[in-house]
């Protein structure tokens, strides 16, 4: 009897213990079952590096702990040309559609910021590790990004956003993932000094020049000034000065044909010497003086940022080489294009044919023209590609590329290089360029020109538009003469009056 009672209770207890087990979560050695994986702070748009991934450059490697479905993240100080900080606080998108949760503070640190950026040295406390749980849209394959928001006081980064966050992204790679027997990461508190180089843009035409490190602009940067002596811009700055002489540059630095904000302050040097004052001309009419340095040859300003500055005296110290023979044009003397060839060769538009001379009556060919509207539009990238009557490595196959992938030339009749321009197919690429990205605009007809039944029917449209603009006039009172070849005066003349609309 006692036997049988022992072994039923045997039974029962095994029973119970195997129901135990069953019904409860199994915990695992965390430790053991961890996982490191390689990330990285990735731009909130552009699929490359943020600004701000710097601070991870000694912790690129995140803690992930798959039982609680968290990520342990480590960060680093930075030191970048002398702007110290790191990340003082982050917070991560849950859902992905813009509900960010601050991320818990695992441990934190010091750094001194120096003086260089508001000449006080800040003590800040930054986010040595943090972690975030893994949100639901993540499903841990391939490369995936959670969007992020940091904070990187007294730094350029910190000047973009104000006292706001940093939009970035977390960028994880998990291709790149390895077992650990750690429970808790560990930051590498080394300072990170990233890759900086430094950077000088100078216009050959004005001689306007600016200068920073890859902190503040990208290095793929380029520099684009014009100088306004007409439309909008000018009048603004006539507003702003009154009655006086000033010289109106409007100056923009892009990149892959985007224009491009600066991160922090520019040094910008003016080739102008002796007594001068230098204003911003501002959006609402307004002027700003900006104070500066004066040297032998140039004088030199701190911004923030680009845009129309206007220069008040002063005597100019730097004179391209397309300036150089303005004056020794013997065959512009009393032409009646004199001024627009001037401003054309000022604007960097033409050069001269020899050392003395324009030859502003001779024709231009197709290939010139597209040329010269390539260079007007900065001379953009493009990918080398055969095309119908395109040399191989001439001097005109880029700007034909460019020109054919907008539609500027191959979409009305063929493109042969060679070929003399004639007026109404001048104004057909002239048009063509003006509406990249643009919606057409509405236009005046042309009955007020005999010759206006000559207009081939595509260019009619175009032809229509540069007579409204005042871009293209009458030859005389009554002919617009659509099928005479354009010169070189007639395109200098064109071309002056386009960039000096009061809009395009």
């Known amino acids: 009897m006692k036997k049988n009672i022992v072994n039923t209770f045997i039974k029962v207890t095994m029973y119970v213990v195997c129901v135990m087990l069953i019904s409860s979560p199994i915990v695992a050695n965390t430790a053991g079952s961890n996982q490191m994986v390689t990330i990285n702070l990735w731009n909130a748009i552009a699929d490359k590096p943020s600004m701000g991934n710097i601070s991870t450059d000694n912790n690129s490697k995140a803690l992930y702990n798959p039982v609680k479905n968290t990520l342990q993240i480590a960060t680093n100080p930075v030191d970048v040309s002398g702007y110290r900080s790191g990340i003082t606080a982050a917070k991560y998108d849950i859902t992905k559609n813009g509900k960010y949760e601050e991320v818990k503070v695992l441990s934190t640190n010091t750094i001194e910021t120096g003086t260089k950026n508001d000449g006080t040295n800040h003590t800040v406390t930054y986010l040595s590790s943090f972690e975030i749980r893994i949100p639901s849209y993540i499903k841990k394959e391939g490369i995936e990004y959670i969007p992020l928001k940091m904070k990187v006081p007294h730094t350029p980064m910190d000047t973009v956003v104000g006292t706001g966050y940093l939009d970035a992204r977390l960028r994880i790679d998990w291709n790149k993932i390895q077992n650990t027997n750690i429970d808790k990461i560990i930051s590498d508190s080394t300072i990170s000094t990233g890759k900086v180089s430094k950077i000088k843009l100078t216009d050959s035409i004005y001689g306007i020049s600016i200068s920073?490190?890859?902190?503040?602009?990208?290095?793929?940067?380029?520099?684009?000034?014009?100088?306004?002596?007409?439309?909008?811009?000018?009048?603004?700055?006539?507003?702003?000065?009154?009655?006086?002489?000033?010289?109106?540059?409007?100056?923009?630095?892009?990149?892959?044909?985007?224009?491009?904000?600066?991160?922090?302050?520019?040094?910008?040097?003016?080739?102008?010497?002796?007594?001068?004052?230098?204003?911003?001309?501002?959006?609402?009419?307004?002027?700003?003086?900006?104070?500066?340095?004066?040297?032998?040859?140039?004088?030199?300003?701190?911004?923030?940022?680009?845009?129309?500055?206007?220069?008040?005296?002063?005597?100019?110290?730097?004179?391209?080489?397309?300036?150089?023979?303005?004056?020794?044009?013997?065959?512009?003397?009393?032409?009646?294009?004199?001024?627009?060839?001037?401003?054309?060769?000022?604007?960097?538009?033409?050069?001269?044919?020899?050392?003395?001379?324009?030859?502003?009556?001779?024709?231009?060919?197709?290939?010139?023209?597209?040329?010269?509207?390539?260079?007007?539009?900065?001379?953009?990238?493009?990918?080398?590609?055969?095309?119908?009557?395109?040399?191989?490595?001439?001097?005109?196959?880029?700007?034909?590329?460019?020109?054919?992938?907008?539609?500027?030339?191959?979409?009305?009749?063929?493109?042969?290089?060679?070929?003399?321009?004639?007026?109404?197919?001048?104004?057909?690429?002239?048009?063509?360029?003006?509406?990249?990205?643009?919606?057409?605009?509405?236009?005046?007809?042309?009955?007020?020109?005999?010759?206006?039944?000559?207009?081939?029917?595509?260019?009619?449209?175009?032809?229509?538009?540069?007579?409204?603009?005042?871009?293209?006039?009458?030859?005389?009172?009554?002919?617009?003469?659509?099928?005479?070849?354009?010169?070189?005066?007639?395109?200098?003349?064109?071309?002056?009056?386009?960039?000096?609309?009061?809009?395009?």
Not at 254 to 262: A, G, H, L, S, V
Not at 298 to 325: M, W
Not at 364 to 371: G, H, V
Not at 467 to 485: C, W
């Open 212 to 504: 920073a490190d890859s902190t503040i602009i990208s290095s793929n940067s380029k520099i684009a000034i014009t100088k306004n002596t007409s439309g909008n811009n000018y009048k603004l700055a006539k507003k702003a000065l009154g009655n006086v002489n000033f010289d109106l540059y409007n100056i923009s630095i892009t990149c892959d044909d985007q224009n491009q904000t600066p991160k922090g302050s520019l040094i910008i040097k003016f080739p102008y010497k002796g007594k001068l004052k230098l204003y911003r001309i501002n959006a609402d009419g307004s002027k700003t003086v900006l104070r500066g340095t004066a040297a032998p040859k140039d004088y030199t300003i701190l911004s923030r940022s680009v845009g129309l500055f206007a220069v008040v005296g002063g005597e100019k110290t730097y004179i391209p080489k397309q300036q150089s023979n303005i004056n020794k044009f013997e065959d512009i003397t009393n032409h009646w294009a004199k001024d627009s060839i001037l401003e054309s060769v000022e604007k960097g538009l033409f050069n001269g044919t020899t050392e003395n001379t324009f030859s502003p009556d001779s024709n231009m060919t197709n290939a010139m023209i597209i040329t010269v509207l390539y260079r007007m539009a900065g001379s953009p990238k493009v990918t080398i590609t055969n095309l119908p009557n395109v040399k191989k490595n001439s001097y005109y196959e880029k700007a034909a590329v460019w020109g054919y992938k907008n539609n500027i030339i191959g979409k009305y009749y063929n493109f042969y290089p060679n070929k003399n321009v004639l007026r109404e197919e001048f104004a057909s690429m002239l048009y063509e360029y003006n509406n990249i990205g643009k919606s057409k605009q509405k236009v005046d007809d042309l009955k007020n020109f005999i010759d206006e039944n000559m207009i081939s029917s595509w260019a009619v449209e175009a032809l229509s538009w540069a007579n409204t603009k005042g871009i293209v006039t009458g030859t005389t009172k009554t002919t617009i003469s659509p099928q005479s070849k354009a010169t070189r005066a007639m395109i200098a003349t064109m071309l002056c009056r386009y960039l000096n609309m009061e809009e395009n």
